[in-house]
């Protein structure tokens, strides 16, 4: 059975960092595409950064330039560093993973395995 397990989300004031992690197990990890999806009370999952099994991001335009993906397949492990913060990132976070190989869009990660999600909340 593939878990998902995030970590790292909190509070921060805006224009801080924060760095959430997501560490999967009970499946070939490295060989998936991996992402980061959030949500706000009301609105859709919004897929925000994807990494390929080998390495390749992809990024929203609402978070190009300020969000980081990365993967460490000996930890088993995604990382989102969330830099230049702003109120409109709160949102619960979610790790996703898909459960096919040779396929990294957001629509297949919708498909896939998902986290219970870490909140992230920026005041001003």
């Known amino acids: 059975q593939v878990v998902l397990v995030e970590a790292g989300g909190g509070s921060v004031q805006a224009g801080g960092s924060l760095r959430l992690s997501c560490r999967a197990s009970g499946y070939g990890y490295s060989s998936y595409c991996m992402g980061w999806f959030r949500q706000t009370p009301g609105k859709e999952r919004e897929g925000i950064a994807h990494?390929?099994?080998?390495?390749?991001?992809s990024y929203a335009e609402s978070v190009k330039g300020r969000f980081t993906i990365s993967r460490d397949n000996a930890k088993n492990t995604i990382y989102l560093q969330m830099n230049s913060l702003k109120n409109e990132d709160t949102a619960m976070y979610y790790c996703?993973?898909?459960?096919?190989?040779?396929?990294?869009?957001?629509?297949?990660?919708?498909?896939?395995?998902w986290g219970q999600g870490t909140q992230v909340s920026v005041s001003s």
């Open positions: 996703a993973a898909t459960t096919v190989e040779g396929v990294c869009l957001f629509s297949d990660l919708r498909l896939g395995v």
């Open positions: 990494i390929s099994s080998d390495g390749r991001p």
